[in-house]
């Protein structure tokens, strides 16, 4: 089923209940469902194109323009405002979109990244709200789409390649939000504090589909500065959080942050890139919090997993949401048992319809498997990620399939080596790539990002550090400092970047 009349009757019971802070103001519920309803008629009156294009900064006004196009009858496609000008035209080309929900200083962005013949029509959310935005419009009937059918329309962040349009329907979006509310039981006290953008797809699910449908506040903040996160979680003292680890590891900075800043904590959850266990040691032993990891991708809608506090291992993202399955399949895609090392891969209501306007690829991903127990064949995601689930369930990320390096025919995960560079005294962050070796076929060259302060760190030092922990043919032959290791807007390190510029400097 659709969750827009979940959301909607939520809504109509909570029309004077918070729903949103952001940077701007504040909403109640009846704003958002007026909002929503004059949006919808506005796309109406506008275009005839199937999909519509928002592009807004993290807050409250991303959940109206998503429900406006629902109520219209359309399929919202979030795009990110960081893309590069190829990058953008490629996704309003691939989206056949001719009209873009919108608001503020992003209208200048759009006609400095967009060439004059190829923008779309733009409707300010900001300008719409001023004049229209008052009392309820004529209600009617909200359609009820079927769970087949496209809810969404969600563009990867490119680190190969052009960007790939995930088709997510709206049964995998009902499921993902219910099964995440049910794992975690989670209800409409719960306060969320949000800085992941809501184009993402955790930013989508979790941040704003999750509390429309409890009914409960959230807090959005459209950049990331630390100290105004923590000056965040003293005012709202909200029950979630959900961030990448890098953002975590910056909000050590702020030398003012203390346990009881933290305190009201529920969750503090870590997701989008591995955990390091040195961080995770600091939350605890620092402000006493337990950061919780997680792990989902945009093709499961997205959460797959999820720790908590009674269901917790360290170095595990924990076990599956209700209804979602863990497959580790081998070479050969055959199915292995607990505790052996293979493809990650994902069977549930989650998975996605498809890739946009790319069945070969989407066929390379999606697997109808026959499966024990199952009377007919199964659709499973294959995610290209490496590791293990144990016998209690529970999951763990040894690596990357495309990442894995072959040095010397022995096969060696970025993973690993990044786990024991990020437990040197002067490392803030690392990433590992691949370079080409004439006799070894491979060898580990490690980016690092060094702490405040951190100004003697010696590469040599540091590869013996790595000798201490890891085989010899596991070492980096190279460590290389960078003032900032490059990441996408949701903070994971693009890997990609770091190879294209090893590459560079290697023909040079």
Known sequence: ????????????????????????????????????????????????????????????????????????????????????????????????????????????????????????????????????????????????????????????????????????????LESNARASIEHAQLNERCVFLGVLPQFHTFGLTVLTLVPLLLGARVVYTARFVPRRLVELMKEHRPDVFVAVPSMYHALLSVKSAQGDDFSSLRYAIAGGEKLPAALDEQYRTRFGVQLYEGYGLTETSPVTNWSTPDRHKPGSVGPTLPGVRNLILG???????????????????????????????????????????????????????????????????????????IVSGENVFPREIEEVLDKHPAVGASAVIGAPDPSRGEVPVAFVELKDGAEDFDPSEARNFCRQHLAPFKVPRDIRVMDELPRNPTGKIMRRALTIEHDAEAEA
């Open 1 to 172: 089923m659709s969750l827009l009349r979940p959301i909607l009757r939520k809504a109509l019971t909570h029309l004077r209940h918070p729903a949103a802070v952001d940077d701007l103001g504040s909403y109640r519920y009846g704003r958002i469902l007026a909002g929503a309803f004059f949006v919808a008629r506005t796309i109406e009156r506008t275009t005839d194109a199937k999909h519509v294009g928002v592009m807004l900064p993290t807050g409250g006004a991303f959940p109206i323009a998503v429900l406006g196009c629902w109520l219209a009858g359309r399929v919202p496609v979030p795009i990110n405002y960081l893309l590069s000008r190829d990058d953008l035209h490629h996704v309003l080309n691939d989206a056949e979109i001719d009209t873009l929900l919108t608001a503020g200083k992003l209208l200048d962005h759009i006609h400095k990244n967009t060439a004059e013949d190829a923008i779309p029509d733009t409707l300010n959310l900001v300008k719409l709200e001023e004049q229209k935005f008052k009392g309820l419009p004529p209600l009617r009937l909200p359609p009820n789409p079927g769970d087949d059918e496209l809810a969404v329309l969600l563009y990867t962040s490119g680190t190969s390649g052009k960007p790939k349009g995930v088709e997510l329907t709206h049964g995998n």
């Open 331 to 405: 070479e050969k895609d055959e199915l292995l048992p607990d505790d052996a090392e293979g493809e990650i891969c994902i069977a549930g209501p989650n998975v996605m319809r498809g890739y946009h306007g790319l069945p070969e690829l989407t066929g390379q991903v999606i697997l109808n498997m026959e499966l024990p127990g199952e009377a007919q064949p199964v659709r499973v995601f294959r995610t290209g990620d490496i590791g293990k689930r144990d016998a209690d369930g529970f999951l763990y990320i040894t690596g990357r399939k495309k990442e894995m390096l």
